[in-house]
DNA sequence: GTTGTACGACGTACGTTGTACAACGTACAA
DNA sequence: TTGTACGTTGTACAACGTACGTCGTACAAC
């Protein structure tokens, strides 16, 4: 396997799969399947949410599900293909409520709240790449109508539309893969963030010259000491959503 | 090997290798070292800019030095602190010039742009969790010292200029890794992205109820058919920066 | 009822990865 | 001259995705 990302195996082989296999004919030749494909993408999600993309090995999947390694390949061709059919179960199982009366930056808030629940539920998912050639499933296809239906009624033409959408959803990305590496580091070094931070500090001071970096021992100490709690990603997510919102604003324009 | 992040070695014995290691006594015991540190991260860098993330493996690190693949661990103690190693080599080779009287809109702007031309020359680093514990070297230390320094005068309390570097920091790194994905889709998969839209296209014409997603078909064909070409890269980025300097621009105010 | 055939399940095997380990040779210190 | 510390290397292992071949099953045709 090259690399984590979506959209890497046959489209109409894929499609098929995303979009419920007409092929599910009930009279087929041979031994009845044992299992579904629902319980293969659900056994991989199981095992993505409770320990990570990397426990995801189709050997595993397939203990999970109660059939051996290879016959997991009936079901789905590849690993590229499962990623796409959980990317896609996952934004299919978001909950979307309509919009209602309210204004765009609260529409775009929400936006961004849902979304972050998405990825702190899945954290997974920030290891993914999705956004170019994203899985064309119902799941995609329904969050993307009703993320881009935030968007009725503010003027915006439909490239800039897209734009904003593509650029709110990258905050929303990069805060929570930020988040998701931060708390990785502790779990996958047996090292708290302090105790790192200790051990650094405490040979740094005498490796380098603190006068040649003021602002960075001054601010660094300041905002690294607190990195990696609770508390410091979400005053970072408030601030990152703040700033996006008002720089999306100076483009609508407040109303 | 588990994901690939920095700051999964022993601080101590990384710390020492990014400052430069005083342990290179000229009189050692045993046969003299056939190569350097600096060839083995050279070596590194070279097959990452030419070949991508993925091959960086110590079996070709070592072939391109010119040892056997064990030596490689007499130099740096595992992968994960060769990947420190490169990251504040490319951090420190990046050119600063002192930032002048120009305004902070303008410098924040040449931070984006310069860590563009970065992350453009070395597409891998966009796919390095380097965020949480960065390697604390020469390179890192030089970079986010000249990069506080943009934001000198602009009243700012040190938390916020923190955050708000991140924060710009942030999206470059998004936008660079959603361009690099894109790009490497196409080579990935021996397929253009123009060829990925029709093959889906065509499927999905009939697979599903095009009324039930009038706004995503509508703008989804649009902003998708010009999907990936460097056009659409470049306006992308310059969407995003405006957004993101007048986001800012809400916090510091005009001047 | 018999037989042909398509298909699901599975065991084995291959190449690739990071790296632990032991053997071997070298060059300095005594 | 000898002991010792260290660089180099070959072998080996576990885990990965998955190609391939075998086997048994259940429907279709007769």
């Known amino acids: 396997m090259a690399e984590n990302s979506t959209g890497r195996g046959e489209p109409s082989r894929t499609l098929a799969l995303l979009w419920g296999e007409p092929t599910e004919t009930p009279k087929r030749k041979g031994p009845p399947r044992s299992?579904?494909?629902?319980?293969?993408?659900?056994?991989?999600?199981?095992?993505?949410?409770?320990?990570?993309?990397?426990?995801?090995?189709?050997?595993?999947?397939?203990?999970?599900?109660?059939?051996?390694?290879?016959?997991?390949?009936?079901?789905?061709?590849?690993?590229?293909?499962?990623?796409?059919?959980?990317?896609?179960?996952?934004?299919?199982?978001?909950?979307?409520?309509?919009?209602?009366?309210?204004?765009?930056?609260?529409?775009?808030?929400?936006?961004?709240?849902?979304?972050?629940?998405?990825?702190?539920a899945h954290p997974w998912l920030t290891e993914v790449a999705a956004l170019s050639?994203?899985?064309l499933g119902p799941g995609v296809m329904a969050k993307y109508e009703h993320e881009l239906a935030a968007f009725d009624n503010t003027g915006l033409s439909?490239?800039?539309?897209?734009?904003?959408?593509?650029?709110?959803?990258?905050?929303?990305?990069?805060?929570?893969?930020?988040?998701?590496?931060?708390?990785?580091a502790t779990t996958d070094t047996a090292m708290s963030d302090a105790e790192w931070w200790a051990a650094n500090q405490a040979v740094l001071a005498r490796a380098f010259d603190a006068e040649s970096y003021p602002r960075a021992v001054r601010i660094g100490s300041a905002a690294g000491g607190a990195q990696g709690s609770a508390w410091a990603a979400d005053r970072a997510w408030e601030f990152g959503l703040a700033r996006t919102l008002d720089g999306l604003a100076a483009l609508i324009g407040e109303q």
Chains 1, 2 share one sequence.
């Open 35 to 120: 299992v579904t494909v629902d319980q293969v993408v659900g056994a991989a999600l199981g095992l993505a949410d409770e320990h990570g993309l990397a426990a995801i090995t189709m050997r595993a999947v397939a203990e999970r599900v109660g059939v051996s390694a290879m016959s997991v390949y009936t079901y789905v061709p590849g690993k590229p293909e499962l990623l796409d059919l959980m990317v896609d179960a996952c934004y299919a199982g978001m909950t979307r409520t309509p919009w209602g009366r309210r204004g765009w930056r609260s529409r775009l808030a929400a936006i961004a709240d849902t979304n972050r629940e998405l990825l702190v």
């Open 133 to 135: 050639r994203p899985p």
């Open 158 to 184: 439909d490239v800039d539309i897209d734009a904003a959408l593509t650029y709110l959803l990258g905050f929303v990305q990069a805060h929570c893969r930020s988040a998701h590496d931060a708390a990785r």
